[in-house]
């Protein structure tokens, strides 16, 4: 308290200091009076608004958290339905059968979206002559209540790979 006093025993507000003696003499101990640091309003009246803020705010705090967490859940989900597409239609562009395309790709989706895409379909199928279409579609997983997991569907398109001899 020493330190807030400036020359002549003054505070900062330009108040001077009671002597030790006389708040003892008028039977009352000296309380300092405690003021709120930004708006000047006493802090007594003050007390327990953090902890109603929190109570308030807590739910909207934990909304946002899952729904960010959700997001990043669904963004993995859609990598790892465009690599199960990619690997499909790489199948299907070398060996040219659609079966086998599909049959990698669910494997595939299943080995890399392990916990972040369900239910995931591949449909494999060919573009006119010299191309062919692998679809993968899913449902991203669900973290926030009520909001359900988001469709996901990746489509890789490409030619049919042929082999041509050295002339």
């Known amino acids: 308290m020493g330190g807030d006093l400036g020359p002549a025993g003054r505070d900062r507000r330009g108040r001077g200091r009671r ?6 003499v008028e039977g ?3 309380q300092p009076r405690r003021w709120h640091a930004l708006s000047g309003v006493r ?4 007390r327990g608004a953090s902890t109603i803020e929190l109570a308030l705010y807590m739910p909207l705090l934990l909304f946002v958290i899952f729904a960010t967490v959700q ?5 993995l989900g859609n ?8 690997e499909a239609a790489r199948v299907a562009r070398t060996t040219q059968d659609a079966g086998a395309a599909e049959a990698r790709g669910r494997a595939y989706a299943a080995q890399v979206g392990q916990g972040v895409i369900e239910g995931v379909t591949v449909q494999v199928s060919a573009v006119g002559a ?15 209540p009520g909001i359900p997991g988001l469709r996901i569907e990746q489509v890789v398109q490409g030619p049919v790979e042929e082999f041509r001899p050295d002339l």
Not at 19 to 24: H, M, N, P, V, W
Not at 132 to 137: G, I, S
């Open 28 to 30: 009352r101990q000296h």
């Open 19 to 24: 002597a030790a003696g006389e708040a003892a």
């Open 79 to 86: 990598q790892a339905a465009s690599a199960a597409a990619r």
């Open 71 to 75: 997001a990043a859940l669904l963004f």
């Open 130 to 144: 010299d191309e062919v279409r692998a679809v993968v579609t899913g449902r991203g997983v669900q973290v926030v």
């Open 43 to 46: 802090a007594g009246r003050d």
